[in-house]
């Protein structure tokens, strides 16, 4: 039984001009601590199938099940152990990270909300989840604008491991890094695939990216 499988999946938006589809009839399915690579050009639809999946984008036809179960279609009528389970790197992370939050607390806040732990139990997850995207347990104290790209970026993939899930979505992870970085965030995303027997769906323009 695959992790999660996607039938017929449809969006759609209404505009001005009348209704737009931006996911039209996408059927795949992503096997456990597999990485499915989703590839096609910007205004395609990937980012809007990825929130599809994640129940941010609304759906107007098709199936989405993890495990064998169907999920509703918005994320507010999910269980807290499905929302869990789905986590997402996002494309931009200078956009996606609080300026006014410390680091530490950004990647807290998926547990705050989520009801995980105490305080003093989520300093600590947060201590070993720096460890894990290898950087510095001090870097808790930082802001952003403190970091560079690449640090950025391990911040995002920090945040998104927090709870625990079992399939992470990968929007573009690397786009907006220079090459030498691009390669190692694609390095410590292969090594907590192995570790943590994750599943990815990487949503991507570059063919060389889905290819490693």
């Known amino acids: 039984m695959p992790l999660l499988a996607v039938t017929d999946l449809r969006t759609s938006f209404h505009t001005r001009n009348g209704v737009y589809r931006a996911v039209d009839g996408v059927s795949f399915a992503i096997e456990r601590g597999e990485t499915l690579g989703i590839v096609g050009e910007s205004g395609s639809g990937k980012t809007t199938l990825g929130k599809a999946i994640l129940g941010l984008a609304p759906v107007s036809g098709g199936e989405i099940r993890m495990a064998g179960k ?18 997402v ?56 604008h403190e970091l560079s790209g690449g640090e950025r970026q391990r911040v995002g993939v920090a945040r998104a491991l927090a709870l625990g899930p079992r399939l992470v979505i990968l929007d573009e992870p690397t786009s907006s890094l220079d090459v030498s970085v691009q390669a190692k965030i694609v390095e410590l995303l292969a090594s907590l695939q192995r570790s943590m027997d994750l599943t990815y769906l990487l949503v991507s323009h570059d063919l060389a990216l889905v290819r490693t």
């Open 89 to 144: 790197v996002f494309q931009d992370v200078s956009t996606s990270l609080n300026p006014r939050r410390t680091i530490g607390g950004t990647i807290a806040d998926p547990m705050r909300v989520n009801r995980v732990g105490d305080r003093s139990s989520r300093r600590e997850r947060v201590r070993q989840l720096l460890e894990t995207v290898e950087l510095p347990p001090e870097f808790a104290y930082r802001y952003p």
């Open 70 to 87: 169907p999920l509703p279609p918005r994320i507010g009528h999910r269980s807290s152990g499905v929302r869990r389970a789905i986590q």
